[in-house]
């Protein structure tokens, strides 16, 4: 398991939604903070790598998403319609699980 590896498979809730505070130019407007419950994921919790999350950013060159140290990377715009989204569920106060599965 990499500290800055591929995005890991398996579930995670969501537990906060934060208002990018780095470069949006990096990052997009908001950070979707993730907490891993199986899988992949969950192992490289235990295993101490922090920080994964869903986030936007500008995209690089012929409008091609750019590569992110394991969160996962959406264009500004869908990163905008999810956390619209994820605000209903939030404030239903529903929780909301994240799936990251492997292709086969």
């Not at 997009?28 to 993730?34: E, T």
Request: aromatic residues 10%.
């Amino acid at each position: 398991m990499h500290l800055f590896g591929d995005h890991p498979y398996g579930q995670s809730r969501i537990t906060a939604v934060e208002p990018n505070k780095q470069p949006w130019r990096s990052y997009g407007p908001f950070f979707v903070r993730l907490l891993p419950i199986s899988g992949e994921a969950l192992r490289g919790w235990e295993e101490g790598r922090r920080g994964l999350g869903l986030h936007g950013g500008d995209l690089g060159p012929d409008s091609i998403l750019r590569p992110t140290y394991g969160c996962l990377r959406c264009d500004n715009e869908t990163m905008e319609a999810i956390v619209q989204l994820l605000m209903v569920e939030f404030g239903a106060a529903r929780p909301v699980v994240y799936e990251c599965r492997l292709l086969p």
